[in-house]
């Protein structure tokens, strides 16, 4: 059966990706294919799954800056539109139920409440699933989803705490000695190398986190993600994630398998998940408000919203404590598992185009920014130069280095990691914080100076769209660009990019052109 599972789940996700579409779309309709085929979850299906969620929060605590939680925006975002949602879907339940729907005749308000608030939760997977794959987690719209969701966990947390009626031992309290002991995980990481005792040591201390929170009576995905964060400013919590990124990848197909095989859609079940899931615009319409109230900028706002716009798993966690203890008919929940598959599909597809959407209706959007813009959003024009390295990651870093030691004065650095750029600035070093894809920054950013732009980034979708917008923007001069494989390569080459470096290659070549000048200097000092 476990063969089963694979080979519908690489078909279904190799016809998706073949579509241009991300693959988890796929998955889902594997999980669903093999619910009609009389293929039910197994323990190994759910163990699978729970490992994927484990590892992810575990990944997420080592990107994620703790000190982020406390600013307002996060917290006071977050709980406004919690609290916002839940009133007009307890409202919305209560309207369906007067329609006298199949399944929501006899739903009482507090049921209604019950629903509207499980649906108030946005699903971390998909959303750092999205986030991931477009290589945007450490962007500021990014950075902003990621926080919200884990204060969405901490709600969760203390939900949980009261609906099971089970309160964490007073061992708990202890957990708060985790602070001291960030010396300990970091030495152990430390020690485990390069090889395969660093994945190893990852889910060492992702499994457990999860047991010691659990143990002490707390949400064990919690613990996950705590134990990330105590590492999260690891020298090595970056090759981390790196080595960890297959394993999550693998185990979270079986957590979107399991999403298909919870229910069999019937016509009614997915008439009525339908009529739900268009109140994923009012969702999307509640977090964009609320975010350009705490004066977030209108597109970081715009494209936070539009990752954080889905329904959770968690929503089926309480809906399915809801029929355990009698609040909630059990049909209903097959109607919430549909409606948070189907979520997963809008927020994977509408995401695909955010940056365009964003583009083509700026005009609109951005009517409703405030004027005055928080501190992390003033754009700083950077001092005047000839080159412009967009992407401070390792190869991005590596390059401004070496141009910085020819070219001292000419050299200018851009990242999206604000945490990085203000480490930079403390070095000294000319750079600024900014995000390649966002238009409005090269409508700002006086680029009559700069004579060549290297963009140093990982994904080829991101540095397709930047030379877009540079060439939109008025820019005429070169631009040189990296690739990873052959295909990328070409890509970019019929982009318009007028050097594409090739990685792998290229790097050969000239390691064995620096090497051969140690043969030449070696023969020189013979002679003399």
């Given amino acids: 059966m476990d063969f089963i599972w694979i080979l519908v789940a690489f078909l279904c996700g190799s016809v998706i990706k073949f579509m241009g579409l991300p693959p988890l779309i796929g998955f889902l309709i594997a999980g669903f294919t093999l619910n009609a085929l009389g293929f039910q979850s197994s323990d190994t299906l759910t163990m699978l799954a729970d490992l994927g969620i484990t590892l992810m929060l575990f990944t997420i605590g080592l990107k994620l800056h703790f000190q982020d939680l406390f600013k307002k925006e996060i917290w006071g975002g977050t709980l406004s539109h919690m609290g916002i949602w839940t009133l007009l879907a307890t409202g919305g339940c209560l309207f369906i139920t007067s329609l006298s729907l199949p399944y929501f005749t006899e739903l009482s308000w507090q049921a209604a409440a019950l629903i509207g608030f499980a649906f108030s939760f946005s699903s971390t997977v998909c959303a750092m699933k999205l986030l991931e794959e477009n290589g945007e987690l450490k962007t500021r719209h990014g950075q902003i989803s990621l926080a919200v969701l884990v204060m969405q966990d901490v709600v969760a947390v203390v939900f949980l705490v009261f609906a099971t009626g089970l309160t964490p031992s007073l061992w708990a309290l202890a957990l708060l000695g985790l602070l001291f002991c960030r010396p300990i995980l970091g030495f152990i990481l430390q020690k485990a190398g390069h090889g395969e005792m660093l994945p190893l040591t990852g889910f060492l201390l992702a499994l457990g986190g999860y047991e010691l929170f659990y143990l002490v009576g707390v949400k064990g995905d919690l613990g996950a993600l705590v134990f990330g964060i105590l590492l999260s400013n690891h020298v090595k919590a970056a090759e981390l994630t790196k080595s960890l990124i297959s394993f999550k990848d693998l185990f979270l197909v079986g957590f979107f398998l399991s999403i298909g095989l919870t229910a069999l859609p019937t016509l009614e079940t997915l008439g009525l998940s339908l009529v739900i899931s268009l109140a994923l615009l009012v969702k999307f319409v509640g977090f964009f408000a609320v975010f350009t109230l705490f004066h977030l900028r209108a597109r970081t706002a715009f494209l936070a919203a539009l990752a954080l716009s889905n329904y959770s798993e968690f929503g089926l966690i309480v809906a399915h404590l809801s029929v355990k203890n009698d609040w909630l008919d059990k049909e209903i929940l097959v109607v919430l598992a549909l409606a948070v598959s189907i979520s997963f599909v809008v927020t994977s597809l509408l995401y695909r185009y955010a940056h365009q959407l964003y ?109 877009q917008q540079l060439r939109a923007s008025g820019y005429s001069e070169q631009i040189a660009a990296i690739a990873r494989y052959q295909d990328e390569r070409e890509r970019l080459v019929e982009a318009g990019i007028n050097n594409v470096f090739n990685f792998y290659t290229e790097a050969g070549m000239g390691f064995a052109e620096e090497s051969l000048t140690l043969i030449s200097k070696k023969q020189l000092l013979q002679q003399t």
């Fill in 359 to 467: 583009n083509h209706y700026k005009g609109v959007i951005r009517r409703f920014e405030k004027r005055q813009p928080l501190v992390e959003d003033l754009f700083i024009q950077p001092k005047q130069g000839q080159i412009l390295v967009v992407g401070l990651g390792r190869v991005g870093r590596g390059a401004f280095d070496a141009l910085h030691h020819v070219l001292p004065n000419e050299v200018i650095g851009m990242d999206a990691d604000c945490n990085r750029i203000n480490k930079l600035n403390t070095e000294g070093k000319n750079v600024f914080f900014g995000d390649g894809e966002d238009a409005d920054l090269w409508e700002k950013l006086d680029t009559k100076s700069i004579k060549l732009v290297l963009l140093a980034l990982p994904s080829i979708e991101d540095i397709i769209n930047i030379v």
